[in-house]
């Protein structure tokens, strides 16, 4: 199954390009909305498209400010300044992705990618 994406505007093509080589819907933020647009409205862009939303942006894993239950999942990204990780991040991710393929179960999940681990919030 094809799990569906809102990448936000600071998530390198090349992670888009993976996502979508592995067979992934990825939707960019700026074809939906304007890549200037507050954080509440691009999470509420992910929720109107049902769609996980994928970020860099730390603000996404403060599961205060953005209770996972609330939303259809989260992927944030932790590559901290470190772009040449993203081949091994991508390859833990889409590892994880195929192991876990319905979009149902990403729903209200938090999964903070690292290139080492995948930790998953409630």
Same mark, same amino acid.
């Given at each position: 199954?094809?799990?569906?994406?809102?990448?936000?505007?600071?998530?390198?093509? %090349?992670?888009?390009?993976?996502?979508?080589?592995?067979?992934?819907?990825?939707?960019?933020?700026? %074809?939906?909305?304007?890549?200037?647009?507050?954080?509440?409205?691009?999470?509420?862009?992910?929720?109107?498209?049902?769609?996980?939303?994928?970020?860099?942006?730390?603000?996404?894993?403060?599961?205060?400010?953005?209770?996972?239950?609330?939303?259809?999942?989260?992927?944030?990204?932790?590559?901290?300044?470190?772009?040449?990780?993203?081949?091994?991040?991508?390859?833990?991710?889409?590892?994880?992705?195929?192991?876990?393929?319905?979009?149902?179960?990403?729903?209200?999940?938090?999964?903070?990618? %690292?290139?080492?681990?995948?930790?998953?919030?409630?």
């Amino acid at each position: 199954m094809n799990l569906r994406f809102l990448a936000d505007q600071c998530v390198p093509r %090349e992670i888009v390009a993976a996502l979508r080589s592995a067979g992934h819907v990825v939707t960019l933020l700026g %074809e939906e909305i304007s890549i200037r647009s507050s954080d509440p409205d691009v999470i509420a862009c992910a929720v109107r498209l049902k769609a996980i939303l994928l970020s860099l942006n730390g603000d996404f894993s403060d599961i205060v400010t953005y209770p996972p239950a609330k939303y259809h999942g989260i992927v944030a990204i932790q590559l901290h300044n470190h772009p040449e990780a993203i081949p091994s991040l991508m390859d833990r991710l889409n590892r994880f992705l195929t192991s876990t393929p319905s979009q149902g179960f990403y729903v209200g999940k938090l999964l903070i990618v %690292e290139p080492h681990r995948i930790r998953i919030r409630h």
